[in-house]
Protein backbone atom coordinates (compact mmCIF):
# COMPACT_ATOMS: atom_id res chain seq x y z
CA UNK A 1 0.00 0.00 0.00
CA UNK A 2 2.94 2.76 0.90
CA UNK A 3 4.47 1.36 -2.06
CA UNK A 4 1.25 2.21 -3.87
CA UNK A 5 0.76 5.79 -2.69
CA UNK A 6 4.84 6.53 -3.15
CA UNK A 7 4.40 5.90 -6.90
CA UNK A 8 1.33 7.41 -7.42
CA UNK A 9 2.33 11.20 -8.14
CA UNK A 10 5.32 9.97 -10.02
CA UNK A 11 2.60 7.98 -12.13
CA UNK A 12 0.17 11.05 -12.70
CA UNK A 13 3.64 13.19 -13.47
CA UNK A 14 4.23 10.64 -16.46
CA UNK A 15 0.25 10.96 -17.42
CA UNK A 16 0.87 14.86 -17.68
CA UNK A 17 3.84 14.34 -19.73
CA UNK A 18 2.35 12.15 -22.22
CA UNK A 19 -0.96 13.42 -22.06
CA UNK A 20 -0.23 17.12 -22.71
CA UNK A 21 -0.31 18.77 -25.37
CA UNK A 22 2.69 21.11 -24.71
CA UNK A 23 5.60 20.82 -27.21
CA UNK A 24 8.96 20.63 -26.40
CA UNK A 25 10.85 23.15 -29.05
CA UNK A 26 15.04 22.30 -29.46
CA UNK A 27 17.01 23.32 -31.43
CA UNK A 28 18.00 20.93 -34.76
CA UNK A 29 21.51 20.47 -35.92
CA UNK A 30 22.40 22.40 -38.56
CA UNK A 31 26.19 22.33 -39.38
CA UNK A 32 26.30 23.47 -42.72
CA UNK A 33 26.96 27.53 -42.30
CA UNK A 34 24.21 29.73 -44.47
CA UNK A 35 23.22 27.00 -45.98
CA UNK A 36 19.79 27.05 -47.60
CA UNK A 37 16.75 24.24 -48.00
CA UNK A 38 13.26 23.34 -47.77
CA UNK A 39 11.90 21.86 -44.44
CA UNK A 40 8.90 20.67 -43.07
CA UNK A 41 7.05 20.98 -39.41
CA UNK A 42 3.87 19.62 -37.95
CA UNK A 43 2.08 21.95 -36.82
CA UNK A 44 -0.85 20.99 -34.21
CA UNK A 45 -3.91 23.42 -34.30
CA UNK A 46 -4.74 24.73 -30.75
CA UNK A 47 -8.35 25.62 -32.00
CA UNK A 48 -10.80 24.99 -34.80
CA UNK A 49 -9.45 27.06 -37.52
CA UNK A 50 -9.12 27.15 -41.20
CA UNK A 51 -6.23 25.98 -44.19
CA UNK A 52 -6.35 29.31 -45.16
CA UNK A 53 -5.53 30.86 -41.80
CA UNK A 54 -3.02 28.41 -41.06
CA UNK A 55 -1.55 30.06 -44.20
CA UNK A 56 -1.68 33.18 -43.31
CA UNK A 57 0.17 32.42 -39.87
CA UNK A 58 2.66 30.54 -41.27
CA UNK A 59 3.34 33.60 -44.45
CA UNK A 60 3.36 30.53 -46.89
CA UNK A 61 2.58 31.87 -50.69
CA UNK A 62 0.30 29.00 -51.72
CA UNK A 63 -2.15 27.03 -50.84
CA UNK A 64 -0.82 24.42 -52.93
CA UNK A 65 2.44 24.01 -51.09
CA UNK A 66 0.07 23.00 -47.70
CA UNK A 67 -1.61 20.83 -49.66
CA UNK A 68 0.83 19.31 -51.46
CA UNK A 69 3.27 18.58 -48.26
CA UNK A 70 -0.20 17.02 -46.51
CA UNK A 71 -1.00 14.71 -49.87
CA UNK A 72 -4.75 16.56 -50.12
CA UNK A 73 -6.43 17.07 -53.09
CA UNK A 74 -5.49 20.37 -54.96
CA UNK A 75 -9.55 21.48 -55.20
CA UNK A 76 -9.70 21.57 -51.26
CA UNK A 77 -11.19 24.87 -50.82
CA UNK A 78 -8.78 27.12 -48.89
CA UNK A 79 -11.80 27.58 -45.72
CA UNK A 80 -11.37 23.63 -45.69
CA UNK A 81 -12.18 23.51 -41.65
CA UNK A 82 -8.93 22.20 -39.56
CA UNK A 83 -10.65 20.53 -36.15
CA UNK A 84 -7.77 21.42 -32.76
CA UNK A 85 -5.70 19.19 -32.57
CA UNK A 86 -5.45 18.54 -35.80
CA UNK A 87 -1.84 17.74 -37.61
CA UNK A 88 -1.12 20.08 -40.64
CA UNK A 89 2.45 19.57 -42.42
CA UNK A 90 3.65 22.57 -42.51
CA UNK A 91 6.82 23.45 -45.74
CA UNK A 92 8.95 26.37 -45.03
CA UNK A 93 12.12 27.61 -46.22
CA UNK A 94 15.06 26.59 -43.58
CA UNK A 95 19.05 28.42 -42.89
CA UNK A 96 21.87 27.15 -41.10
CA UNK A 97 23.52 29.33 -38.65
CA UNK A 98 25.22 29.12 -35.52
CA UNK A 99 25.20 24.83 -36.30
CA UNK A 100 21.33 25.34 -35.60
CA UNK A 101 18.86 25.50 -38.35
CA UNK A 102 15.83 27.84 -37.91
CA UNK A 103 13.38 28.80 -40.52
CA UNK A 104 14.64 31.42 -42.74
CA UNK A 105 13.39 35.02 -42.07
CA UNK A 106 10.01 33.89 -41.75
CA UNK A 107 6.71 33.10 -40.31
CA UNK A 108 6.46 36.85 -39.43
CA UNK A 109 4.51 37.70 -36.67
CA UNK A 110 2.71 40.80 -35.94
CA UNK A 111 1.72 41.40 -32.36
CA UNK A 112 -1.41 42.16 -31.06
CA UNK A 113 -3.30 44.23 -28.16
CA UNK A 114 -2.40 41.36 -24.98
CA UNK A 115 0.29 39.67 -26.58
CA UNK A 116 3.02 38.41 -24.52
CA UNK A 117 6.44 36.24 -25.92
CA UNK A 118 5.45 33.12 -23.72
CA UNK A 119 1.96 33.17 -25.10
CA UNK A 120 2.79 33.84 -29.13
CA UNK A 121 5.20 30.47 -28.78
CA UNK A 122 3.92 28.06 -26.78
CA UNK A 123 -0.09 28.98 -28.08
CA UNK A 124 0.07 30.90 -31.20
CA UNK A 125 2.72 28.73 -32.39
CA UNK A 126 1.73 25.73 -30.12
CA UNK A 127 5.20 25.42 -28.97
CA UNK A 128 7.10 25.19 -31.89
CA UNK A 129 9.43 27.90 -30.45
CA UNK A 130 10.60 28.77 -27.00
CA UNK A 131 9.85 32.84 -26.07
CA UNK A 132 13.86 32.85 -25.88
CA UNK A 133 14.34 31.87 -29.19
CA UNK A 134 12.07 34.44 -30.58
CA UNK A 135 13.79 37.40 -27.89
CA UNK A 136 16.88 35.84 -29.09
CA UNK A 137 16.51 36.13 -32.96
CA UNK A 138 15.02 39.67 -33.01
CA UNK A 139 17.27 40.93 -30.47
CA UNK A 140 14.44 41.90 -27.84
CA UNK A 141 16.91 42.93 -24.78
CA UNK A 142 13.61 42.56 -22.36
CA UNK A 143 11.04 40.06 -23.01
CA UNK A 144 7.99 42.23 -21.47
CA UNK A 145 8.97 44.84 -23.89
CA UNK A 146 7.70 44.06 -27.12
CA UNK A 147 4.54 46.52 -29.15
CA UNK A 148 1.57 46.42 -31.08
CA UNK A 149 2.31 46.34 -34.52
CA UNK A 150 5.50 44.95 -34.02
CA UNK A 151 6.65 42.03 -36.24
CA UNK A 152 8.48 39.15 -34.86
CA UNK A 153 10.70 36.82 -36.71
CA UNK A 154 9.61 33.01 -35.13
CA UNK A 155 12.32 31.00 -35.74
CA UNK A 156 11.01 27.43 -36.68
CA UNK A 157 13.39 24.27 -36.21
CA UNK A 158 14.79 22.40 -38.95
CA UNK A 159 17.94 21.42 -40.68
CA UNK A 160 19.58 20.98 -43.98
CA UNK A 161 21.67 18.66 -42.82
CA UNK A 162 23.12 15.61 -45.07
CA UNK A 163 21.83 12.06 -43.33
CA UNK A 164 23.90 8.80 -43.57
CA UNK A 165 25.04 10.87 -46.98
CA UNK A 166 21.63 11.23 -48.52
CA UNK A 167 20.03 14.36 -49.64
CA UNK A 168 16.92 14.05 -47.34
CA UNK A 169 14.27 16.82 -45.92
CA UNK A 170 14.24 17.36 -43.05
CA UNK A 171 10.58 17.45 -40.49
CA UNK A 172 9.77 18.41 -37.38
CA UNK A 173 7.61 15.50 -36.67
CA UNK A 174 4.90 16.57 -33.48
CA UNK A 175 5.37 12.86 -31.20
CA UNK A 176 1.97 11.70 -30.81
CA UNK A 177 1.11 10.33 -27.24
CA UNK A 178 1.71 6.50 -26.91
CA UNK A 179 4.71 6.57 -30.18
CA UNK A 180 7.77 4.66 -29.51
CA UNK A 181 10.85 5.78 -31.78
CA UNK A 182 11.32 2.72 -33.06
CA UNK A 183 7.55 2.80 -34.46
CA UNK A 184 8.23 6.34 -35.86
CA UNK A 185 11.41 5.13 -37.53
CA UNK A 186 9.65 2.50 -39.29
CA UNK A 187 6.84 5.11 -40.42
CA UNK A 188 9.09 7.46 -41.81
CA UNK A 189 11.71 4.49 -43.14
CA UNK A 190 14.50 5.75 -41.37
CA UNK A 191 16.25 3.41 -37.96
CA UNK A 192 15.82 3.88 -34.49
CA UNK A 193 19.78 4.56 -34.62
CA UNK A 194 19.60 7.51 -36.98
CA UNK A 195 16.60 9.07 -34.92
CA UNK A 196 18.34 8.72 -31.55
CA UNK A 197 21.37 10.07 -33.15
CA UNK A 198 19.90 12.92 -34.69
CA UNK A 199 17.60 13.76 -31.89
CA UNK A 200 20.49 13.58 -29.28
CA UNK A 201 18.62 11.06 -27.03
CA UNK A 202 20.80 8.58 -25.41
CA UNK A 203 17.91 5.70 -25.39
CA UNK A 204 14.33 5.21 -27.26
CA UNK A 205 12.72 5.85 -23.50
CA UNK A 206 13.88 9.44 -23.32
CA UNK A 207 11.17 10.37 -26.20
CA UNK A 208 8.31 12.46 -24.91
CA UNK A 209 5.00 12.96 -26.18
CA UNK A 210 4.53 16.46 -27.22
CA UNK A 211 8.64 16.76 -28.51
CA UNK A 212 9.21 17.99 -31.65
CA UNK A 213 11.54 14.62 -33.24
CA UNK A 214 13.56 16.18 -36.21
CA UNK A 215 12.77 13.14 -38.73
CA UNK A 216 14.83 12.60 -41.73
CA UNK A 217 12.61 12.19 -44.83
CA UNK A 218 13.81 9.93 -47.92
CA UNK A 219 13.29 11.79 -51.39
CA UNK A 220 12.39 10.54 -54.42
CA UNK A 221 15.23 9.86 -56.69
CA UNK A 222 14.80 12.14 -59.98
CA UNK A 223 16.58 13.61 -63.09
CA UNK A 224 16.75 17.16 -61.92
CA UNK A 225 20.31 18.21 -63.32
CA UNK A 226 22.55 20.23 -61.07
CA UNK A 227 22.17 23.56 -62.99
CA UNK A 228 18.28 23.45 -62.13
CA UNK A 229 17.40 26.63 -60.25
CA UNK A 230 14.93 23.66 -58.00
CA UNK A 231 18.08 21.16 -57.62
CA UNK A 232 18.25 19.01 -55.70
CA UNK A 233 14.07 19.00 -56.34
CA UNK A 234 13.66 16.61 -52.76
CA UNK A 235 10.01 15.43 -52.40
CA UNK A 236 9.38 13.06 -49.57
CA UNK A 237 6.97 10.17 -49.43
CA UNK A 238 3.33 10.84 -49.72
CA UNK A 239 4.01 14.46 -51.04
CA UNK A 240 3.70 16.55 -54.14
CA UNK A 241 5.18 20.08 -55.15
CA UNK A 242 4.89 22.48 -57.78
CA UNK A 243 7.86 23.62 -59.86
CA UNK A 244 8.95 25.15 -62.71
CA UNK A 245 7.22 28.61 -62.13
CA UNK A 246 4.42 26.16 -61.03
CA UNK A 247 3.79 24.42 -64.30
CA UNK A 248 5.14 21.59 -63.31
CA UNK A 249 3.59 18.87 -60.45
CA UNK A 250 5.70 16.49 -58.71
CA UNK A 251 4.67 13.09 -56.73
CA UNK A 252 6.62 10.88 -54.90
CA UNK A 253 5.21 7.66 -53.44
CA UNK A 254 7.29 5.11 -52.11
CA UNK A 255 4.92 2.56 -53.85
CA UNK A 256 6.40 3.70 -57.40
CA UNK A 257 9.98 2.69 -56.79
CA UNK A 258 10.95 5.99 -55.08
CA UNK A 259 11.29 7.30 -58.32
CA UNK A 260 9.43 11.27 -58.80
CA UNK A 261 6.63 11.35 -60.72
CA UNK A 262 5.94 14.83 -62.88
CA UNK A 263 3.75 16.31 -65.47
CA UNK A 264 2.40 19.18 -66.60
CA UNK A 265 0.18 21.24 -64.08
CA UNK A 266 -2.02 22.94 -66.86
CA UNK A 267 -2.67 25.35 -63.72
CA UNK A 268 -3.81 28.10 -66.73
CA UNK A 269 -3.24 29.51 -69.64
CA UNK A 270 0.39 29.98 -69.49
CA UNK A 271 1.53 26.67 -68.26
CA UNK A 272 1.79 24.71 -71.37
CA UNK A 273 2.08 20.61 -71.95
CA UNK A 274 5.50 20.27 -71.49
CA UNK A 275 6.84 17.74 -74.45
CA UNK A 276 9.79 15.42 -74.42
CA UNK A 277 12.27 16.86 -76.04
CA UNK A 278 12.81 15.24 -79.51
CA UNK A 279 9.99 13.10 -79.57
CA UNK A 280 6.22 14.01 -80.58
CA UNK A 281 3.49 13.49 -78.70
CA UNK A 282 4.73 11.87 -75.96
CA UNK A 283 4.32 14.17 -72.81
CA UNK A 284 5.71 15.00 -69.16
CA UNK A 285 4.59 12.20 -66.92
CA UNK A 286 3.75 9.90 -70.37
CA UNK A 287 5.19 6.28 -70.13
CA UNK A 288 5.29 3.42 -72.31
CA UNK A 289 5.69 -0.21 -71.09
CA UNK A 290 7.68 -2.53 -73.27
CA UNK A 291 7.58 -6.08 -71.41
CA UNK A 292 9.55 -5.06 -67.95
CA UNK A 293 10.59 -2.31 -69.60
CA UNK A 294 8.84 1.36 -68.95
CA UNK A 295 9.43 4.34 -70.73
CA UNK A 296 8.74 7.88 -69.25
CA UNK A 297 9.38 11.45 -70.07
CA UNK A 298 10.58 12.96 -67.17
CA UNK A 299 11.34 16.42 -65.33
CA UNK A 300 15.18 17.04 -65.71
CA UNK A 301 14.88 21.07 -64.64
CA UNK A 302 14.25 24.36 -65.19
CA UNK A 303 16.36 27.93 -65.82
CA UNK A 304 15.45 30.80 -66.81
CA UNK A 305 14.54 29.49 -70.45
CA UNK A 306 13.60 26.59 -70.55
CA UNK A 307 11.95 23.31 -69.07
CA UNK A 308 13.92 20.34 -69.73
CA UNK A 309 12.42 16.73 -69.73
CA UNK A 310 14.48 13.29 -70.61
CA UNK A 311 13.57 10.38 -71.69
CA UNK A 312 13.58 7.84 -68.56
CA UNK A 313 13.92 3.81 -68.54
CA UNK A 314 13.07 1.94 -65.45
CA UNK A 315 13.05 -1.61 -65.67
CA UNK A 316 12.03 -4.55 -63.32
CA UNK A 317 13.56 -7.00 -65.28
CA UNK A 318 14.36 -9.61 -63.61
CA UNK A 319 18.41 -9.02 -62.71
CA UNK A 320 19.52 -12.29 -63.98
CA UNK A 321 17.61 -11.53 -67.98
CA UNK A 322 19.03 -7.99 -67.99
CA UNK A 323 21.60 -6.21 -66.18
CA UNK A 324 20.17 -2.72 -66.09
CA UNK A 325 17.55 -3.69 -63.67
CA UNK A 326 19.66 -3.30 -60.98
CA UNK A 327 21.21 -0.45 -62.07
CA UNK A 328 17.47 1.01 -62.56
CA UNK A 329 15.86 -0.16 -58.96
CA UNK A 330 18.89 1.53 -57.22
CA UNK A 331 18.05 4.89 -59.42
CA UNK A 332 21.40 5.65 -59.78
CA UNK A 333 21.26 9.09 -61.33
CA UNK A 334 24.17 9.16 -63.87
CA UNK A 335 23.57 5.41 -64.86
CA UNK A 336 19.93 6.55 -65.52
CA UNK A 337 21.37 9.34 -67.54
CA UNK A 338 23.44 6.80 -69.35
CA UNK A 339 20.42 4.59 -70.14
CA UNK A 340 18.31 7.50 -71.42
CA UNK A 341 20.12 8.69 -73.81
CA UNK A 342 20.64 4.77 -75.11
CA UNK A 343 16.81 4.25 -74.46
CA UNK A 344 16.01 7.93 -76.39
CA UNK A 345 18.23 6.32 -79.55
CA UNK A 346 16.13 2.88 -79.85
CA UNK A 347 13.04 4.77 -79.05
CA UNK A 348 12.89 7.74 -80.85
CA UNK A 349 11.70 5.90 -84.10
CA UNK A 350 8.64 4.67 -83.40
CA UNK A 351 7.70 7.40 -80.48
CA UNK A 352 7.43 9.46 -84.00
C1 LIG B 1 -7.44 29.44 -29.14
O1 LIG B 1 -7.62 28.94 -27.83
C2 LIG B 1 -6.93 29.63 -26.82
C3 LIG B 1 -7.14 28.91 -25.52
O2 LIG B 1 -6.78 27.58 -25.66
C4 LIG B 1 -7.43 31.07 -26.76
O3 LIG B 1 -6.69 31.77 -25.79
C5 LIG B 1 -7.24 31.71 -28.11
O4 LIG B 1 -7.78 33.01 -28.11
C6 LIG B 1 -7.90 30.90 -29.21
N1 LIG B 1 -7.55 31.47 -30.49
C7 LIG B 1 -8.45 31.68 -31.44
C8 LIG B 1 -7.95 32.26 -32.69
O5 LIG B 1 -9.62 31.40 -31.29
C1 LIG C 1 25.96 30.99 -31.24
O1 LIG C 1 25.36 30.23 -30.19
C2 LIG C 1 26.01 30.43 -28.92
C3 LIG C 1 25.39 29.46 -27.91
O2 LIG C 1 24.05 29.24 -28.14
C4 LIG C 1 25.82 31.89 -28.51
O3 LIG C 1 26.46 32.11 -27.28
C5 LIG C 1 26.44 32.79 -29.59
O4 LIG C 1 26.19 34.13 -29.28
C6 LIG C 1 25.82 32.48 -30.94
N1 LIG C 1 26.53 33.25 -31.97
C7 LIG C 1 25.88 33.93 -32.90
C8 LIG C 1 26.72 34.64 -33.89
O5 LIG C 1 24.66 33.99 -32.94
C1 LIG D 1 9.81 39.04 -42.55
O1 LIG D 1 10.48 40.20 -42.11
C2 LIG D 1 11.82 40.30 -42.54
C3 LIG D 1 12.46 41.50 -41.88
O2 LIG D 1 11.59 42.58 -41.86
C4 LIG D 1 11.84 40.39 -44.06
O3 LIG D 1 13.18 40.44 -44.52
C5 LIG D 1 11.16 39.14 -44.63
O4 LIG D 1 11.08 39.23 -46.04
C6 LIG D 1 9.77 38.99 -44.06
N1 LIG D 1 9.24 37.71 -44.50
C7 LIG D 1 8.07 37.56 -45.08
C8 LIG D 1 7.68 36.19 -45.47
O5 LIG D 1 7.32 38.50 -45.30
C1 LIG E 1 11.68 44.61 -18.32
O1 LIG E 1 10.66 45.58 -18.48
C2 LIG E 1 9.71 45.61 -17.39
C3 LIG E 1 8.60 46.54 -17.79
O2 LIG E 1 9.11 47.78 -18.21
C4 LIG E 1 10.43 45.99 -16.11
O3 LIG E 1 9.51 45.98 -15.03
C5 LIG E 1 11.54 45.00 -15.86
O4 LIG E 1 12.30 45.40 -14.74
C6 LIG E 1 12.46 44.89 -17.08
N1 LIG E 1 13.40 43.81 -16.84
C7 LIG E 1 14.70 43.94 -17.04
C8 LIG E 1 15.56 42.73 -16.76
O5 LIG E 1 15.20 44.98 -17.42
C1 LIG F 1 13.01 1.79 -46.34
O1 LIG F 1 12.00 1.22 -47.19
C2 LIG F 1 12.49 0.24 -48.05
C3 LIG F 1 11.34 -0.21 -48.91
O2 LIG F 1 10.86 0.86 -49.64
C4 LIG F 1 13.10 -0.91 -47.25
O3 LIG F 1 13.65 -1.87 -48.12
C5 LIG F 1 14.19 -0.37 -46.34
O4 LIG F 1 14.68 -1.41 -45.53
C6 LIG F 1 13.66 0.73 -45.47
N1 LIG F 1 14.76 1.31 -44.71
C7 LIG F 1 14.71 1.46 -43.40
C8 LIG F 1 15.90 2.07 -42.77
O5 LIG F 1 13.73 1.16 -42.77
C1 LIG G 1 23.09 16.36 -25.85
O1 LIG G 1 22.58 16.03 -24.58
C2 LIG G 1 23.53 16.20 -23.53
C3 LIG G 1 22.92 15.73 -22.23
O2 LIG G 1 21.68 15.14 -22.40
C4 LIG G 1 23.92 17.67 -23.44
O3 LIG G 1 24.89 17.85 -22.45
C5 LIG G 1 24.47 18.12 -24.78
O4 LIG G 1 24.74 19.51 -24.75
C6 LIG G 1 23.50 17.83 -25.91
N1 LIG G 1 24.13 18.14 -27.18
C7 LIG G 1 23.51 18.83 -28.13
C8 LIG G 1 24.28 19.05 -29.38
O5 LIG G 1 22.39 19.26 -27.99
C1 LIG H 1 26.94 18.63 -62.06
O1 LIG H 1 26.79 17.36 -62.69
C2 LIG H 1 27.82 17.06 -63.61
C3 LIG H 1 27.52 15.71 -64.23
O2 LIG H 1 26.19 15.62 -64.58
C4 LIG H 1 29.17 17.03 -62.91
O3 LIG H 1 30.20 16.80 -63.85
C5 LIG H 1 29.40 18.35 -62.20
O4 LIG H 1 30.58 18.31 -61.45
C6 LIG H 1 28.24 18.69 -61.29
N1 LIG H 1 28.44 20.01 -60.73
C7 LIG H 1 28.27 20.28 -59.45
C8 LIG H 1 28.45 21.69 -59.03
O5 LIG H 1 27.96 19.40 -58.66
C1 LIG I 1 18.22 22.60 -70.34
O1 LIG I 1 18.65 22.15 -71.62
C2 LIG I 1 19.45 23.10 -72.33
C3 LIG I 1 19.70 22.54 -73.73
O2 LIG I 1 20.06 21.20 -73.64
C4 LIG I 1 20.74 23.31 -71.54
O3 LIG I 1 21.55 24.26 -72.20
C5 LIG I 1 20.39 23.83 -70.16
O4 LIG I 1 21.56 23.95 -69.36
C6 LIG I 1 19.43 22.86 -69.46
N1 LIG I 1 19.00 23.47 -68.22
C7 LIG I 1 18.84 22.75 -67.10
C8 LIG I 1 18.40 23.50 -65.90
O5 LIG I 1 19.04 21.55 -67.04
C1 LIG J 1 4.79 6.17 -47.88
O1 LIG J 1 3.63 6.90 -47.47
C2 LIG J 1 2.48 6.10 -47.32
C3 LIG J 1 1.32 7.00 -47.02
O2 LIG J 1 1.66 8.07 -46.21
C4 LIG J 1 2.73 5.08 -46.20
O3 LIG J 1 1.60 4.27 -46.08
C5 LIG J 1 3.93 4.24 -46.56
O4 LIG J 1 4.23 3.37 -45.50
C6 LIG J 1 5.13 5.11 -46.83
N1 LIG J 1 6.21 4.28 -47.30
C7 LIG J 1 7.48 4.42 -46.88
C8 LIG J 1 8.45 3.41 -47.39
O5 LIG J 1 7.81 5.31 -46.14
C1 LIG K 1 -1.70 10.68 -52.04
O1 LIG K 1 -3.05 10.92 -52.39
C2 LIG K 1 -3.44 10.26 -53.57
C3 LIG K 1 -4.83 10.74 -53.96
O2 LIG K 1 -5.63 10.92 -52.85
C4 LIG K 1 -3.39 8.74 -53.33
O3 LIG K 1 -3.80 8.06 -54.49
C5 LIG K 1 -1.95 8.38 -53.00
O4 LIG K 1 -1.87 7.02 -52.68
C6 LIG K 1 -1.45 9.19 -51.83
N1 LIG K 1 -0.02 8.93 -51.72
C7 LIG K 1 0.54 8.51 -50.61
C8 LIG K 1 1.98 8.17 -50.65
O5 LIG K 1 -0.09 8.41 -49.58
C1 LIG L 1 -0.34 31.70 -64.31
O1 LIG L 1 0.53 31.08 -63.39
C2 LIG L 1 1.81 31.68 -63.30
C3 LIG L 1 2.63 30.80 -62.41
O2 LIG L 1 1.98 30.52 -61.22
C4 LIG L 1 1.65 33.07 -62.74
O3 LIG L 1 2.93 33.70 -62.67
C5 LIG L 1 0.75 33.87 -63.67
O4 LIG L 1 0.52 35.14 -63.10
C6 LIG L 1 -0.57 33.14 -63.88
N1 LIG L 1 -1.33 33.84 -64.91
C7 LIG L 1 -2.63 34.02 -64.83
C8 LIG L 1 -3.26 34.71 -65.97
O5 LIG L 1 -3.26 33.65 -63.85
C1 LIG M 1 14.77 -3.69 -71.53
O1 LIG M 1 15.81 -2.75 -71.75
C2 LIG M 1 17.11 -3.32 -71.82
C3 LIG M 1 18.12 -2.20 -71.89
O2 LIG M 1 17.81 -1.30 -72.91
C4 LIG M 1 17.16 -4.28 -73.01
O3 LIG M 1 18.45 -4.88 -73.04
C5 LIG M 1 16.10 -5.35 -72.86
O4 LIG M 1 16.06 -6.17 -73.99
C6 LIG M 1 14.74 -4.71 -72.66
N1 LIG M 1 13.76 -5.73 -72.35
C7 LIG M 1 12.56 -5.79 -72.94
C8 LIG M 1 11.66 -6.90 -72.51
O5 LIG M 1 12.23 -4.98 -73.79
Given amino acids: MRNLISTLPILSLLLI ?43 VKNL ?43 PNYTVVSGDILYHIAAEVFSGLVTFQKIQEVNNIANASLIVVGQTLWIPLPCSCDDVDGQKVVHYGHVVPAGSSVDGIAKQYNTSQ ?51 ANNCVRCNCDAANNWMLQCESSLINSSCPAIRCQGAENFYLGNTLSLGCNRTTCAYAGYDRQ ?34 SIHIMLICLPFLK
Fill in 17 to 59: AISSSLTFAQPFRCTSTATTCDALVDYVSPNDTTLSAIKTLFN
Fill in 64 to 106: RSILGANNLSLSTPPNAKVTAKQTIKIPFPCICKNLTGISNKM
Fill in 193 to 243: DTLLRLNNLTSPKDLLAGAILDVPLRACSSMVSNSSLDYPLLVPNGTYVFT
Fill in 306 to 339: NTNTTVDLQSTCPASDNKSSAIGLQGSRWNFLLL
